[in-house]
T-cell receptor
Framework: DAKTTQPPSMDCAEGRAANLPCNHS???????VYWYRQIHSQGPQYIIH???NNETNEMASLIITEDRKSSTLILPHATLRDTAVYYC??????????????FGKGTHLIIQP | GAVVSQHPSRVICKSGTSVKIECRSL??????MFWYRQFPKQSLMLMAT?????????EQGVEKDKFLINHASLTLSTLTVTSAHPEDSSFYIC???????????????FGPGTRLTVL
């Protein structure tokens, strides 16, 4: 799986959009970009994933650059409950099954009141 | 939907005892489950992949005789830490992947974790 680079920490004001960057310059053509988050002392939570098109769901938006070497997770209106460690993971998708995930150090997002 | 539970949520045991942790998929069947370990201020590390009805596959450096994994049904996997020692104290988290493919590619759902403290 391709390596990812994320800033170790970020602050964001409550109610503002939180933009979390991720670099994955060695990504292969068949690798997807996944985002998970982990609130303190809880299991990780799936947020969103994409291959090359931008994606949006009820939690967030994922913007992937045209060359696919970087992406940005956007939480449109951050709340205090969004304070968590956010992990960007690049990996080959497996249809009908799954592989274990390799977690990096992630970005600790702190939402300020 | 797609809820994974773990039991117990916290356990404290004496050194040398064995501890069993259960991971259940509550509203879906999971052919594959995964076990992770997380030490304080560190990221999750994959320990093993558990496939229903077959032997688990362990990651390099994980002792299979110490961390016994059983995946006897499509909704239950267990991790037994045998002869636990203080260095085994950690946060153990399982995840489950729905059987038969889903609308979301390579989906995994995580349990809430089990905090193990070995005295």
């Amino acid at each position: 799986d391709a390596k990812t680079t994320q800033p170790p920490s970020m602050d964001c004001a409550e109610g503002r959009a939180a933009n979390l960057p991720c670099n994955h310059s060695t990504i292969s053509g068949n690798e997807y970009v996944y985002w998970y988050r982990q609130i303190h002392s809880q299991g990780p939570q799936y947020i969103i994933h994409g291959l090359k098109n931008n994606e949006t769901n009820e939690m967030a938006s994922l913007i992937i650059t045209e060359d696919r070497k970087s992406s940005t997770l956007i939480l449109p209106h951050a709340t205090l409950r969004d304070t968590a460690v956010y992990y960007c993971i690049v990996r080959v998708g497996v249809w009908g099954g799954a592989d274990g995930l390799t977690f990096g150090k992630g970005t600790h997002l702190i939402i300020q009141p | 939907g797609a809820v994974v539970s773990q039991h117990p949520s916290r356990v404290i045991c004496k050194s040398g005892t064995s501890v069993k942790i259960e991971c259940r998929s509550l509203d879906f069947q999971a052919t594959t489950m995964f076990w992770y370990r997380q030490f304080p201020k560190q990221s999750l590390m994959l320990m093993a992949t558990s496939n229903e009805g077959s032997k688990a596959t362990y990651e390099q450096g994980v002792e299979k005789d110490k961390f016994l994994i059983n995946h006897a049904s499509l909704t239950l996997s267990t991790l037994t830490v045998t002869s636990a020692h203080p260095e085994d104290s950690s946060f153990y988290i399982c995840s489950a992947s729905p059987s038969g493919g889903t609308r979301t590619y390579n989906e995994q759902f995580f349990g809430p974790g089990t905090r193990l403290t070995v005295l």
